[in-house]
């Protein structure tokens, strides 16, 4: 039978830990290239390009770091090198896509990938008990969150957001991404103009711009948390991953375009940089919405015509 391979391998006669990545810099190298890795399975997939000899997607794996029963009878010890806060979603395998095995990832899921207090408890455990090995916290978005609609929503139609059918609890989870929506839909505002919201595509841009803005202010609140824990030697990173390409990125690129390169960002230092992305990230949807407009205006219309030689020909 013909399949195509994702393989977590265990090497029963060398099961030594893989070694963890020695700086912050490293360790985003690490998590880039298990992405890349994973985004070019999923693309294989697509274009069913099955596996042939030795499987290309690989993760090496070492079962004695999940308790497999050692000959000294020892519990292993936790040795994550990143710590990653992301959605609960279930379209986002967080080890899985990011091309990493046991005891590599420490992965706090929350709904909206938002900072409630019992997340960053969680982060400052890591930062402070799992200090060793830790170099990297990143905060993860994916694109088409519900929370993060459910809050442009909520900023569109007011009322919706007081519905009994919204219960306390998820209003809490709404509330914290608030701010993401307003920036984004002041990003647009300034590029696409006054009557943004009267514009086909907006509801979809503020979305995925409030995606990436709520990742980057949860980024920035990140890296307060650990300078206040003195972890200078740890860096904060954000990234998107986006549902169509499966690549983690930033901006937020084309839902649909493969042409996107794998990158976490570092996250900002200054709240004003969140306009400067609000502004990025619309001016790439405008560009988007653009050519696909040139594209469909290229593309043959029924009865064979095509719209660009019809329109040359008036």
Known sequence: MNTI???????????????????????????EEGNRMFSQWMESCRTSEVSSGEPRYVVPCNGLEV?????????????????????????????MLFG?????????RVAGNVLGDE?????DFALTSLSESVKVVVMLGHSGCGAV???????????KFWSKTISPNLRAIVQRIFVAVREAANGLEQVWGADARKQPGYR????????CLNSA??????????????????????????????KVSTPLQSSKSMDVHTNLAYAPTNPRDFNTL??????????????????????????????????DGE
Not at 284 to 301: S, Y
Request: aromatic letters at 8%.
């Open 204 to 211: 979809e841009a503020l979305i995925e711009t409030a995606v």
């Open 119 to 123: 997340c960053l408890g969680s982060i």
């Open 100 to 108: 990493q095995g046991f005891n590599d990832l420490f992965v706090i």
């Open 5 to 31: 391979d994702y393989i977590y391998r265990f090497d029963p006669k060398n099961p030594t830990a893989k070694p963890v990545p020695p700086d912050a810099e490293a360790a985003r190298r690490t998590l």
């Open 217 to 246: 202010q949860a980024a920035y609140n990140l890296h307060q948390e650990v300078e206040r824990a003195g972890k200078w030697e740890i860096e904060v990173l954000y990234g998107v991953y986006n549902l169509y390409t499966h």
């Open 278 to 311: 609000a502004i990025e990230v619309a001016k790439h949807l405008r560009e988007n919405a653009l050519a696909e407009g040139r594209q469909a205006a290229l593309d043959p219309q029924p009865g064979g015509n095509n719209a660009a030689i019809a329109a």
């Open 67 to 95: 308790g497999m029963v050692r000959s000294q009878g020892s519990m292993p010890k936790p040795s994550p090198f990143a710590v990653v806060v992301g959605c609960s979603d279930a379209r986002v395998p967080t080890e």
């Open 149 to 159: 609609t459910g809050a442009v929503d909520a900023y569109l139609q007011p009322l």
